[in-house]
């Protein structure tokens, strides 16, 4: 099958739905189907994968908290219908398609077999989506919708009146379980947070504020934080004789990242909102660390419920305190959380999530259908010249 | 003269519009077809493992003419009756399943079976919203008024009984 995926932010700056497309499209590869991936690039040099073409500069615009860089106009509407004329697609995956970026473009310019995925979970948040009206004519041309978490789904309900069939975000397990653990950091109680801290929702606060808690009732726990930020403001707020408790480890590439998850004892998300999925804790449980999250419905969802981690008041730091202390103490209940959480893991693996994303693409294509550039312009013309006629 | 520029153009965005919901709609009613079809062809595929497994040695005549009826109503069914037919399929199958030794004894059609009830449930609800997306738009006051639908069936649903499967 040939395949066309969209990405709405820019291929060269890291993010989720980048990694999930690149995720994608290399399972796709290699189960023996074409794939191109159409995606803005902040330097078009700097892309070096051969399957993904690139569709101009981005803009940022901040966006669900973050900056997302967006891409939209004239230039790029050329892009894309050279890009669809040229491959001749079996199907049309389109990432983040209500986002006003590129991935929306190619759906009003496309016709014939499209899937969208809606990554984003902002059941609050209207502004993002008071185009709605303006969309729906686009969005309906979507064959097949998947939302990637229950609670993406229920903000499409309540957005876009549209429903969605849910499949989660995949991980490569065996990648992050077969990661070799770094001696250093599995010496004492070691406690990890990956994320962009500098970021209020991702929670970093209420951890640095459990931590005196912590540190009187398990004295050798260590705190490594990791992703990128500006961690010296956030220094301020944690008592000197605890700094040295602290290590920044700046932005992590994957391999480090599965280094970092397979060392660590415990796996913190205090993340206090704005998590549609929370492919980081897929990803921690088939590393097999043990998990504290904050109980917000994306996490339980992926969770089990408490089955493979524990779950604290979101927002609460003393409770977060709390179930850091008793996982540290109890390591028997880690191991039995890891042994868990390793199986459970298996659910969101490539081999399993793959082919329900190739079955979405099945059912959205009647049989020998391609995907074309839309000819709406060009009936108009006819209808003209005939009535004139 | 200006007023009757204005007309003009206030027709002309109209008449823009109507072809712009037309095709709007006729995309939707293709959008139905094909999630019909999709659905069609795995609910032949499961009347065709029906029709298998009610030929196995180890089914006694009772099942088999059970089996068999129940997939020769699924196949003769007109649309509308169709998700009551195929329930009707799910059911015995289902008994099959749960009260006899034969899914031990060939496990085979019934993984298989399996894995069609899960691309089923996908199928039913990739159909159910483009139909209901369709008839949310043809019930629009300006469709009805100009009959955008042109001659068009009105789509239908599916309400196949998830619980049966």
Known sequence: MKIGMVSPYAWDVPGGVQAHIKDLA???????????????????????????????????????????????GPVAA????????????????????????????????????????????APRQKVAFAIAPLLEPVIEKLRARIAVSEVARETLTIHLDTDAVVIPNGITVDFFASAEPKAEWTKVLTIGFLGRFDEPRKGLELLLRALPGIAKSIPSARILIAGPGEGLELMQSVPPNLRNRLEFLGRLSEEEKAVFLRSIDIYVAPNTGGESFGIILAEAMAAGAAIVASDLP???????????????????????????????????????????????????????VGPEVMNIYHLARAASERVQVGSEPRSWLRFLTRDEG | ???????????????????????????LHHRVETSWANLDSILQRRAAIAREIAHLREIDPATNLILIAAAHQARIAGISERSEA?????????????ESDIPHIHPEPFKELDLLTDRLRTAIAIHQEAVRATVNRRSKLIFRLFRLAGRAPLPVTYPFEDDVL
């Not at chain 1, 159409?38 to 900056?67: H, K, M, Q, Y």
């Not at chain 1, 001749?88 to 995925?117: K, N, Q, R, W, Y």
């Not at chain 1, 089955?307 to 709390?322: H, P, Q, V, W």
């Not at chain 2, 009707?88 to 289902?94: D, H, N, P, Q, Y």
């Open chain 1, 26 to 72: 290399h399972y796709f590869q290699g189960a023996g189907h074409e794939v191109s991936v159409l995606a803005p690039a902040l330097d078009e040099a700097s892309v070096s994968e051969d399957f993904v073409v690139t569709a101009g500069r981005p803009v940022a615009i901040p966006f669900n908290g973050a900056v997302a860089r967006v891409l939209f």
């Open chain 1, 298 to 352: 994306a996490f339980l969802n992926v969770l089990g419920s408490g089955r493979y981690g524990l779950t604290f008041r979101n927002e609460d730091a003393s409770d977060l305190e709390r179930q850091i202390i008793r996982l540290g103490q109890d390591a028997n209940l880690r191991e039995e959380l890891r042994g868990r959480a390793r199986e459970g893991a298996r659910r969101f693996d490539w081999s399993e």
């Open chain 1, 78 to 121: 050329t892009r894309v219908r050279q890009w669809i004329h040229k491959n001749d697609f079996d199907v049309l995956h389109l990432h983040e398609p209500a986002i006003p970026s590129l991935s929306l473009l190619a759906c009003s310019i496309a016709e014939g077999p499209m899937v969208g995925t809606f990554h984003v979970a």
């Open chain 2, 86 to 98: 195929e329930s009707g399929l799910s059911g015995a199958l289902k008994h099959l399943r749960d």
């Open chain 2, 1 to 27: 003269m200006s007023s009757f520029a204005l007309v003009l153009l206030f027709s002309l965005i109209f008449i823009w519009y109507l072809t712009f919901s037309a095709n709007r709609l006729d995309r």
